[in-house]
């Protein structure tokens, strides 16, 4: 009976197609299928470039990582042992690709250029927009501030907070506690607080009194002179009876 090398699944027009999970694809990758690697990385390569890219915020950086990646993990594929999900496994051997730039970028620093630029035809490529014009130098700022995290602090934010995964998977694609997610986002956030703090939207201001700018005097400020305030320590009555 033929099959299908990518599924392997009977093959023939009154067999409906069905998706192969991500474990059989690796499966099928490591048995000699030449397709089946190409089809997982296809299934999860957007929400790998965008934690590559964000991780790095660069996109030559990112897409080299990215490549040296998939390389590894085409290459170590026979070795998963299935002890966490197939896209956990991805996504972890990015997550250490990525970490291990932003270290020889800090040993050996450089001035990249930031994500989103322009080029002369106004585009930038990738699945990352850039951001509006209005927004983009909010967007370099939080960029920024995010690179000048620990690394490890970083790669936690990135996956809890911008990713949005939940902090079990979290913990299962860095390999530590869930404890040491939440704590590592928590002094992230922290750090990101006092560097981004101006960013915040300021209070409206309230209605406007009576009499234009001039404030109304309260109980606990001084009485401005020049008949408001009391003569000598009587209160005005007293000088309005005296006066009549």
């Known amino acids: 009976m033929a099959t299908n090398g990518t599924t392997g699944r009977p093959a023939g027009d009154d067999v409906p197609p069905v998706a192969a999970s991500d474990l059989e694809l690796l499966h099928a990758h490591v048995a000699g299928d030449r397709d089946a690697f190409a089809e997982l990385f296809r299934r999860h390569r957007d929400r790998l470039w965008a934690v590559a890219i964000r991780t790095l915020g660069d996109r030559e950086e990112a897409a080299d990582a990215l490549q040296d990646a998939l390389l590894s993990a085409h290459r170590a594929a026979g070795r998963f042992r299935g002890d966490a999900a197939v896209t956990t496994w991805l996504h972890r051997i990015v997550v250490n690709a990525c970490l291990d730039r932003v270290r020889r970028r800090q040993a050996h620093p450089t001035v990249p250029l930031p994500d989103g630029v322009r080029d002369a035809e106004g585009a ?3 699945v990352e927009p850039a951001a509006p014009a209005a927004d983009h130098d909010t967007a ?3 960029r920024e501030a995010l690179a000048g995290l ?6 936690a934010l990135i996956l809890v907070d911008v990713q949005g995964y939940p902090v079990a ?3 299962r694609i860095l390999g530590v506690a869930e404890g040491t997610v939440k704590s590592r986002c928590a002094r992230g956030r922290a750090r990101l607080a006092a560097v981004l703090g101006h960013l915040r939207p300021k209070p409206a201001a309230g209605p406007a009194r009576p009499g234009g700018n001039v404030p109304t005097v309260t109980r606990g400020n001084p009485e401005p002179a020049g008949g408001v305030g009391s003569v000598s320590g009587r209160s005005r009555r007293d000088t ?3 006066d009549s």
């Not at 620990?150 to 790669?155: G, K, L, T």
């Open 150 to 155: 620990p690394v490890e602090q970083r790669a």
């Open 240 to 242: 309005h009876q005296e």
């Open 140 to 142: 370099l700022v939080v």
């Open 169 to 171: 998977e979290v913990a």
């Open 124 to 126: 930038t490529g990738g």
